[in-house]
């Protein structure tokens, strides 16, 4: 099966998506809002700014390896590499974007195709420590919005790849 793209548009420069000229709520924003208001309480802007563009560039690190089979300059791109193929994940898509096509947009930052109608859909993380309970919350979403836009599609399991400098390790939420 082939993979239904959506409508939607994603503006990365602003964080938005828009269907038309209608903006949809992103899930990383509403869980932020109303699931986790306080996770970043106590860390300074400029820190989670710092933090936010380092993780920025991880993630094209290792969409680029995907991608073009580009060997990364970083450390935790190269663990990303190391996991993708001790574990056999065939990328099916990056930041692929889902949505329920009314009110919420979001993308995933990998989808694992398993079998013909079967996905395993991961998230990069690469904060401090890894948030399990955070990433089952936003996966759980993804899972949800990915099935409704693919309607033959199956999600089978849902990971956080995190990577931290040396550390590299996937764990399913």
């Not at 602003?14 to 269907?19: K, Q, R, V």
């Not at 990998?110 to 996905?119: A, E, S």
């Not at 199956?154 to 390790?169: C, H, M, P, Q, T």
Request: glycine residues 6%.
């Amino acid at each position: 099966m082939n993979l239904v793209k959506s409508k939607v548009t994603f503006n990365q420069e602003a964080h938005t998506y828009l269907l038309g000229d209608v903006q949809l709520q992103g899930i990383t924003g509403l869980l932020g809002r109303r699931v986790f208001p306080d996770k970043y309480k106590e860390v300074p802007e400029s820190i989670l700014r710092k933090a936010a563009e380092r993780g920025s560039y991880i993630h094209e690190c290792c969409e680029l390896a995907d991608a073009l089979g580009v060997i990364p300059e970083n450390e935790e791109a190269r663990g990303y590499i190391s996991l993708r193929d001790t574990h056999g994940l065939q990328v099916e898509e990056s930041e692929y974007l889902v949505s329920d096509e009314k009110h919420f947009a979001t993308c995933i930052d990998k989808v694992f195709r398993t079998g013909d109608n079967t996905f395993h859909l991961a998230d990069i993380k690469t904060t401090y420590k890894l948030d399990a309970e955070y990433v089952r919350w936003q996966l759980s979403i993804n899972a949800y919005l990915f099935e409704l836009q693919n309607k033959d599609a199956k999600v089978d399991a849902l990971f956080a790849i995190w990577l931290r400098g040396d550390k590299a390790e996937l764990a399913e939420v």
